[in-house]
């Protein structure tokens, strides 16, 4: 059974921390993704990486970046955090073998999500 | 830019009734369209995708409606039930395998006992 975990349910800062959100995912995918999602605004991605060491940005990367040192975990980071980032943070990851899954390719898999409150 | 556009933003239905929820996207290079459910306090999970080279797909329940010259898919719920109440997001991707999905700003369905 696929298995995406976050290191976090729930996550409290204050406003200039430094926060890291891990993510884990057992089913050696290649590709790996960050998203946020808040109320009316859907799902919008962050970064995504398609290998190990690379990263691309998405639509919203302005204050966080990424770190995927191994193939397994990726790592968001808010270098000083913002209340403009309390947020829903959702990983996810995906397969490039267009066979292995159902929806081929392009299906993702998602963690639980970490709720961040910055105060 | 919003390139994937969903509608209605809430749907209220009773049980056994038939929602509809419509996805109207601009991009014509995308060649994947799935819908993602959601339920509280979990990650969305994927419900059921087609590809542009057919018209309709259905999985039990579960019916997706595609029409290419319109830029338009649809997901239909037949005979549904209090637990198909979630939040149901659309999206689409180009081809590639490190193709990345744009999402729909995501409906809440209720569907009343």
């Known amino acids: 059974d696929v298995k995406v975990t976050q290191s976090s349910r729930y996550l409290v800062k204050r406003t200039g921390e430094k926060v890291f959100l891990e993510c884990v995912q057992d089913?050696?995918?290649?590709?790996m993704f960050w998203y946020r999602q808040d109320p009316g605004l859907g799902l919008r991605l962050i970064y995504f990486?398609?290998?190990?060491?690379?990263?691309e940005k998405g639509d919203i990367p302005e204050g966080y970046s990424v770190s995927r040192e191994k193939k397994e975990r990726f790592s968001l980071i808010l270098e000083s955090a913002s209340t403009n980032q309390t947020s829903m943070y959702l990983c996810?990851?995906?397969?490039?073998?267009?066979?292995?899954?159902?929806?081929?390719?392009?299906?993702?898999?998602f963690g639980p999500g970490t709720r961040l409150t910055v105060l | 830019q919003q390139q994937v556009k969903q509608s209605p933003q809430s749907l209220i239905v009773q049980k056994g009734g038939i929602p509809i929820i419509n996805c109207a996207y601009e991009?014509?290079?995308?060649?994947?369209f799935p819908w993602y459910q959601q339920f509280p306090g979990k990650g969305p999970a994927l419900l059921i995708a087609?590809?542009?080279?057919?018209s309709e797909k259905k999985e039990g329940r579960f019916t997706i409606s595609f029409n290419k010259s319109a830029k338009q898919f649809s997901l239909h719920i037949m005979d549904s039930q209090p637990g198909d109440s979630a939040t149901y997001f659309c999206?689409?991707?180009?081809?590639?395998?490190?193709?990345?999905?744009?999402f729909g700003k995501g409906i809440t369905l209720s569907v009343r006992p």
């Open positions: 999206a689409a991707s180009r081809g590639g395998a490190n193709s990345k999905l744009t």
């Open positions: 089913m050696d995918h290649e590709n």
């Open positions: 087609i590809r542009p080279d057919v």
């Open positions: 991009n014509t290079a995308f060649d994947y």
């Open positions: 990486s398609y290998d190990v060491k690379m990263k």
């Open positions: 996810a990851s995906s397969s490039i073998d267009r066979a292995a899954f159902r929806g081929g390719y392009n299906e993702q898999f």
